[in-house]
């Protein structure tokens, strides 16, 4: 799956399951091939305040976040930032 590309200065953030991996959709729920993935933000600043805030909701989740062209940052989940 591969990560949109936007417009300058924006993010995406991808959840995934920490035990096994699997892609969730926007609505947290499992992505089985249909249903958006990225949740969409207007900067960098955003994007790690939601990561931040549902990795206190849900510690089993683990979220990348990708710049505007796609390209990978980073990830984090209950133990850090990776």
Same mark, same amino acid.
């Given at each position: 799956?591969?990560?949109? #590309? %936007?417009?300058? $200065?924006?993010?995406?953030?991808?959840?995934?399951? *920490? $035990? &096994?991996? #699997?892609?969730?959709?926007?609505? *947290?729920?499992?992505? #089985? /091939?249909?249903?958006?993935?990225?949740?969409?933000?207007? $900067? %960098?600043?955003?994007?790690?305040? *939601?990561? @931040?805030?549902?990795?206190?909701? @849900?510690? @089993?989740?683990? %979220?990348? #976040? !990708? =710049? $505007?062209? /796609?390209? !990978? %940052? *980073?990830?984090? @989940?209950? =133990?850090?930032? &990776?």
């Amino acid at each position: 799956m591969k990560p949109p #590309i %936007l417009e300058e $200065n924006k993010h995406s953030v991808v959840a995934v399951e *920490f $035990n &096994t991996g #699997i892609v969730l959709k926007t609505d *947290f729920e499992r992505h #089985i /091939g249909q249903g958006e993935a990225f949740h969409i933000f207007e $900067n %960098l600043e955003l994007a790690i305040k *939601f990561v @931040d805030k549902k990795i206190m909701e @849900d510690s @089993d989740l683990q %979220l990348s #976040i !990708y =710049n $505007n062209k /796609g390209e !990978y %940052l *980073f990830t984090k @989940d209950k =133990n850090g930032k &990776t």
